[in-house]
């Protein structure tokens, strides 16, 4: 299991019900965000339930919201592409980046 098998796993079962989630949220000036596990679990959080001095074991996210033009009332006409795209956009870049301190980290030794 790993980190980018947990992401896999929350974009295919949770991913849209914690972006209306972080949606909501956001109404009030919150967000969630996804904490990835590298035995390939997952979690999402209230980002007030994470705090300051949290230091995961793991990989955090911010949960994308919907804008205005996005989101509707009726969960079945709303758009998540552009909030999916940007969420696997997000993880690439954080997945490459931990790859290369890895690198780094290997050459030192």
């Given at each position: 299991?790993?980190?980018?098998?947990a992401?896999?796993?929350?974009?295919?079962?949770?991913?849209?019900?914690?972006?209306?989630?972080?949606?909501?949220?956001?109404w009030?000036?919150?967000?969630?965000?996804?904490?990835?596990?590298?035995?390939?679990?997952?979690?999402?959080?209230?980002d007030?339930q994470?705090?300051?001095?949290?230091?995961?074991?793991?990989?955090?996210l911010?949960?994308?919201?919907?804008?205005n033009?996005?989101w509707?009332?009726?969960?079945?006409?709303?758009?998540?592409?552009?909030?999916?795209?940007?969420?696997?956009?997000?993880?690439?870049?954080?997945?490459?980046?931990?790859?290369?301190?890895?690198a780094?980290?290997?050459?030192?030794?």
């Open positions: 299991m790993s980190i980018k098998q992401f896999e796993s929350f974009m295919s079962k949770s991913f849209e019900s914690a972006v209306d989630s972080s949606t909501k949220a956001s009030g000036g919150s967000g969630y965000s996804v904490e990835l596990f590298d035995d390939g679990t997952y979690r999402v959080l209230w007030n994470i705090g300051n001095l949290y230091n995961s074991p793991g990989l955090i911010s949960v994308l919201y919907l804008d033009e996005e509707d009332d009726d969960p079945s006409i709303r758009f998540y592409d552009n909030a999916e795209q940007q969420m696997r956009d997000v993880f690439e870049q954080h997945w490459q980046a931990n790859l290369n301190v890895q780094v980290i290997a050459d030192f030794r």
